[in-house]
């Protein structure tokens, strides 16, 4: 691997398909509205180049002189003429989103260049996040990103990303009532505070509609599975400028039906690689089947979970093998005989059933010319059914170690065990084994409800926004499959559950093993915002402006624990509970210094309640030489404040496999005790966690040279100091196996001894430690945008937009000597499932229209990565690939997971003025997602960044009324 020059990036990025979203700009007329909303009082439905100079259009005054119409900018608290700002910013309108074929906000933000590392998808199965989604841009996590609707604050989801990081969940906000969405990629926390690191989000609700707009879809995937159904209605009446008033109403359903990984080929439908030299972890020494395997065993002092095979002893089926799985009699680290079953193959999904529904409703009044109010409310829930791709295993190496467990010889009640074949011999059997009829799923129910009224106008020479929003959500989890520790022991000892015949339990004896977890989950976040601004003086290059706002909110989480005790086997652990207020105010001084030359200085300062005060200023300035070139640039300082899953009252815990050293292997004679390892890691809240701060630059040029082409480069450089990490576990674990120092505030809770070498260092159970203000994180990269739009002779419009974005450092430091680079490596390795960070991300987009017809093809680029990441602990080395052989070493001998390109093709067509049709083929191709046994969150791929892949070739189907 090595580091690009820019020149070649840039050369590079010019010929790979990259997001087909316009620059910035913003269709709209108003001087009133708060800092980073756009008013759409007269807004047009088109697409506008952000560098076109020419200003937005003008409308009469009362003594019939034309005005100069001002918008806001995401970014930006003062209303301004000219569209472009010092930072960059890019406007995804309505007519992108329809040309997209996108029908949700998560779908549609996550294909942006800009979204790297940690972005969350919708298809890990297994995510603490389940049924969730959020943006990630920069690759700076969840938690980094600001998203706003209508310039203001939403609730996050009630959940947090890995049991740490907050976010605001993308399926929560329909895109029905979208009339178009800005995303600002540079730092805003003068302006809008924390969170605000990587850039800003800001979704732009339709401010006023009449008539009525129906619309429906169909589609299903050719590879089988994933058939949805979508439909919508918008619905408004009353003129805001002749009736005083105007209401409208949006909703919008959705239904997806889950797609197996059965239904895919391999290696996309198991876990059994070892035809293609990979493992197999269906092996009785690692994975249980339904049919479960026995070996004749000992124990140490009557302890079950003790059992060790005996000298001569082999495994055998504990019932003969079925169908859906092979029996096996050649495998030498297995002897005997034994049931291999693909049940990761038979109980995946590679897209779970969900149901969305979004309700969104809007009165907006007129008060007088110079002021009008408007209230929204809003209604929406997104439910998800995820297999997590097992059944429920009886071997599991957390919280309790039962990968040793035997069935005793010998009932509690002194009789025989059935369940045993070698109770007749008095000796126990050591056993692998698959509950049938327990899969693991979790069951989400995520409800968000928002009201908001705001009310703005002019008074004495004053633009005014006032506005009062209050957002309440709640999640409720269910999780089904996981095992009581207590109730197995009691079922394994009294033989309560019966083994060689699992049909002859009944579901109460099932449900007796693994009850049902529940849990609801709440959120709040209720805010007041007030914000003004104010023309000042005349300057050379125009008239200088001043805007001021201040915000009070109140946030609010509550995560009760869904696995009290600890008391379930492999169920991660996670509460959080908390409440703060926040007060802030914040300034913004635009300056027009000389015709060509635009300052800009803001700053905000914030008080939390529970974590201190912060002060964070930004300053930008744009150059502009000449009329088709204009430079710009931004300096800024942000912050992030602690979640409440990462301060005091909190707790995480996860479990990981790893490997011991080989010395200490070698010294317990590989037995099955250091066959199976794995280690609990509970991180704890830690009250005296600080803020993270971050320092950023960005530095562009944009070039408009004709009327029919348009350029922007922007380079972008973020430094997090700070950040607020998980402790270093794997730090923590090579420490304890070479008998050093654990790092501060680790502790270690040993598993049992070996029973075969009971004198000897026990393996590591859990590990427990604080969250931590880990050192600094830096990345940098650049961003391209180039657009076109032709008009031929014969009618004929064509429209392309290319960006980019390649990031060329991301690296984070973990202490003393311990920098880890991570662009272009599947790293780091503990975010997000293991998603990656690759160097390029863009799309492509060619749109031909011809009278009533519109055809869009885009080609969506995601550069391939090395299976490595140094942030895990795995031995020998850290660093090593993350995917191994039965012998150890790379696989693929390459470690590397390829690149995907995808391709959509969509269209419509006007029948009149009234009836539009719409289809779409989402990856045309039917190209299979990259290869990567490493990711954990799908099976052999990268859902992160290769979803398209696995769904394959999709159809869809639409049609749309105007009335």
């Keep these: 691997m090595h580091r690009n020059k820019l020149a070649a990036s840039l050369v590079g990025l010019l010929f790979i398909p990259i997001a087909g979203v316009s620059h910035a700009q913003s269709t709209s007329s108003s001087n009133t509205s708060s800092p980073g909303t756009t008013s759409q009082d007269n807004a047009s439905t088109g697409s506008q180049n952000l560098n076109d100079q020419s200003p937005p259009s003008s409308a009469p005054s009362a003594n019939g002189a034309k005005q100069l ?289 979004g309700l969104y409703s809007r009165l907006t009044f007129k008060i007088n010319d110079s002021t009008k109010a408007y209230v929204s409310a809003s209604m929406s829930q997104y439910q998800s059914w995820a297999q997590e791709g097992s059944l429920a295993q009886i071997q599991s190496t957390t919280p309790t170690n039962t990968t040793g467990i035997v069935l005793p010889w010998q009932l509690a009640n002194g009789q025989l065990n059935p369940n045993d074949p070698f109770a007749a011999q008095q000796q126990d059997a050591l056993i692998s084994y698959a509950f049938q009829g327990l899969p693991q799923m979790q069951n989400t129910s995520n409800h968000n409800a928002r009201l908001v009224g705001d009310i703005s106008g002019t008074l004495a020479g004053w633009n005014y926004d006032a506005s009062l929003s209050l957002n309440h959500t709640w999640l409720s989890t269910e999780a089904l499959g996981y095992l009581n520790y207590n109730a197995l022991y009691n079922a394994v000892v009294n033989g309560t559950y019966n083994f060689v015949n699992p049909g002859a339990n009944s579901q109460a004896e099932l449900n007796s093993l693994a009850p049902p977890l529940n849990t609801l989950a709440t959120s709040d976040l209720h805010a007041l915002d007030l914000s003004a601004n104010h023309e000042l003086w005349d300057l050379p290059g125009g008239t200088s402006a001043l805007a001021l706002g201040g915000q009070f909110r109140y946030e609010a989480q509550n995560y009760p624990e869904i696995n009290p005790n600890n008391e379930y086997q492999n169920r991660n652990v996670v509460q959080a509970a908390g409440h703060r207020t926040v007060a802030g105010v914040y300034f913004e001084f635009d300056a027009p210094i000389l015709e060509s030359l635009e300052a800009d200085l803001s700053g905000r300062f914030d008080h939390y309640s529970d974590v201190g005060n912060n002060f964070s200023p930004k300053l930008g300035l744009k150059w502009k030489p000449l009329d088709w070139l204009a430079l710009r640039g931004t300096y800024s300082k942000g912050f992030r404040a602690p979640s409440f899953f990462q301060l005091g009252d909190s707790l995480s815990y996860g479990g990981t496999p790893y490997t011991p050293p080989a010395s200490y292997i070698a010294a317990h004679g590989d037995d099955s005790y250091v066959q199976h390892t794995g280690v609990g890691e509970l991180s704890v809240g830690s009250p005296v966690l600080k803020p993270e701060k971050s320092t950023s630059i960005t530095f562009g040029v944009v070039l408009q040279p004709t009327s029919w082409l348009s ?144 055809v869009t093809m885009t080609a969506r680029y995601t550069s391939g990565m090395l299976m490595v990441s140094q942030d895990v602990g795995v031995l020998p080395v850290p660093g090593s690939c993350l995917s191994t052989n039965p012998d150890g070493l790379p696989f693929p001998n390459s470690c590397w997971t390829g690149s995907f390109t995808d391709v959509d093709l969509t269209g419509s067509y006007d029948i009149n003025r009234h009836v539009t049709v719409t289809a779409s083929i989402f990856n045309l191709f039917n190209r299979l997602p990259p290869f990567d046994p490493a990711n954990y969150a799908g099976l052999n791929y990268n859902p992160g960044f290769a979803q398209s892949g696995i769904v394959g070739r999709f159809f869809n189907l639409g049609v749309k009324v105007k009335f």
């Excluded at 020494?285 to 339904?290: E, K, L, M, P, R």
């Excluded at 075969?756 to 830096?778: E, F, H, I, Q, R």
């Excluded at 974005?805 to 975010?831: H, K």
Aim: hydrophobic share 35%; aromatic share 8%; proline share 7%.
């Design 69 to 357: 119409q001002t918008v806001m900018v995401t970014g930006s608290a003062i209303p301004r003429i000219d569209l472009e700002t010092p930072s960059p910013v890019t406007m995804i309108s309505a007519q992108d989103i329809q040309r997209s074929g996108f029908s949700t906000v998560s779908d549609l933000l996550r294909s942006i260049s800009a979204d790297n590392s940690g972005s969350l998808p919708n298809s890990f199965p297994g995510a603490l996040a389940v049924g969730a989604s959020g943006i990630s841009m920069r690759g700076l996590t969840v938690d980094s990103t600001l998203v706003l609707v209508d310039g203001k604050r939403v609730a996050d989801f009630a959940g947090a990303d890995d049991g740490e990081r907050s976010f605001v969940d993308l399926n929560t906000l329909p895109l029905a009532a979208v009339d178009h969405i800005e995303v600002l990629k540079d730092g805003a926390s003068s302006l809008y505070g924390a969170d605000a690191i990587a850039g800003v989000v800001n979704i732009i609700l339709k401010s006023s509609y009449q008539g009525v707009q129906l619309t429906a879809d169909v589609g299903d995937s050719q590879r089988g599975g994933g058939f949805t159904k979508k439909g919508t209605l918008l619905a408004g009446t009353g003129d805001l400028n002749k009736d005083g008033y105007n209401l409208y109403v949006s909703l919008q359903v959705e239904t997806d039906q889950s797609i197996q990984a059965m239904s895919r080929p391999f290696p996309f439908n198991t876990n059994d690689l070892s035809s293609i030299g990979g493992t197999n972890p269906n092996v009785p020494s690692s994975n249980g089947s339904i049919y479960g395997a026995v070996r004749p065993a000992t124990i140490s002092n009557g302890d079950i979970l003790t059992g060790l095979p005996t000298a001569d002893g082999v495994w055998q089926p504990l019932r003969p093998c079925g169908s859906n799985s092979t029996l096996v009699t050649n495998d030498p680290n297995n002897p005997g005989a034994y049931c291999s079953q693909n049940i990761s193959g038979q109980y995946s999904e590679v897209q779970p059933k969900s149901n969305q529904f």
């Design 711 to 854: 350029a922007s480069l922007d380079y972008y450089q973020i430094k997090k100091t700070s950040v607020i990490s998980d402790p270093n576990w794997g730090l923590a674990i090579n420490n304890y196996f070479s008998g050093l120092t654990l790092p501060a505030g680790f502790t270690v809770t040993p598993n049992r001894p070996d029973p075969n070498y009971p004198d000897m260092m026990p393996t590591p159970a859990v590990l427990t430690a604080p969250y931590v203000n880990a050192n600094w994180l830096k990345t940098n990269g650049v961003d391209l945008d180039l657009q076109t739009h032709v008009k031929f002779d014969n009618g004929i419009q064509w429209e392309s937009d290319l960006s980019g974005t390649e990031i060329f450092n991301w690296e984070q430091s973990y202490g003393p000597g311990q920098v880890y680079q991570f662009v272009g490596y599947q790293a780091p390795y503990v975010l997000s499932a293991g998603t990656g960070t690759p160097r390029l991300r863009g799309a492509w987009s060619n749109t031909l229209i011809y009278g009533p017809a519109t």
